[in-house]
């Protein structure tokens, strides 16, 4: 059975970092894409980043790019999320997710497994 833990959300102020991780249980890990996707109260939830089981070719969402880093650690089983220049509109709950199929834009139905999530809180 595949389980994902996420960690280290909490409040912080506009324009400061934040690195997520999330500790993955699977035999298979190295061979899975990876995703984070977060959802905000009363919307929809979105995607934010993915990578590709080898590491390369990291997507992310155009609200995020080039503040937000996705990064893995095959050894580790680990999956990460660097986000700097944070905003208030970044505060949502974050989920990292473990999926099979690899497309552009990734959806959240290419990712069956999934965390509790962790919440980040940005103020103003």
């Known amino acids: 059975q595949v389980q994902l833990v996420e960690s280290g959300g909490g409040l912080v102020q506009a324009g400061g970092s934040l690195r997520l991780s999330c500790a993955v249980s699977?035999?298979?890990?190295?061979?899975?894409?990876l995703g984070w996707f977060r959802q905000a109260p009363g919307k929809e939830r979105e995607f934010v980043a993915a990578?590709?089981?080898?590491?390369?070719?990291?997507y992310y969402s155009d609200s995020v790019k080039g503040r937000f880093t996705i990064s893995r650690d095959n050894a580790k089983n680990m999956i990460y999320l660097q986000m700097n220049s944070l905003k208030p509109e970044d505060t949502a709950v974050y989920y990292c997710?473990?999926?099979?199929?690899?497309?552009?834009?990734?959806?959240?139905?290419?990712?069956?497994?999934w965390g509790q999530g962790t919440q980040v809180t940005v103020s103003s």
């Open positions: 990578i590709t089981r080898t590491g390369a070719s990291p």
């Open positions: 699977t035999r298979t890990f190295s061979s899975t894409h």
């Open positions: 997710a473990l999926g099979a199929v690899w497309r552009l834009p990734p959806r959240g139905s290419d990712f069956g497994s």
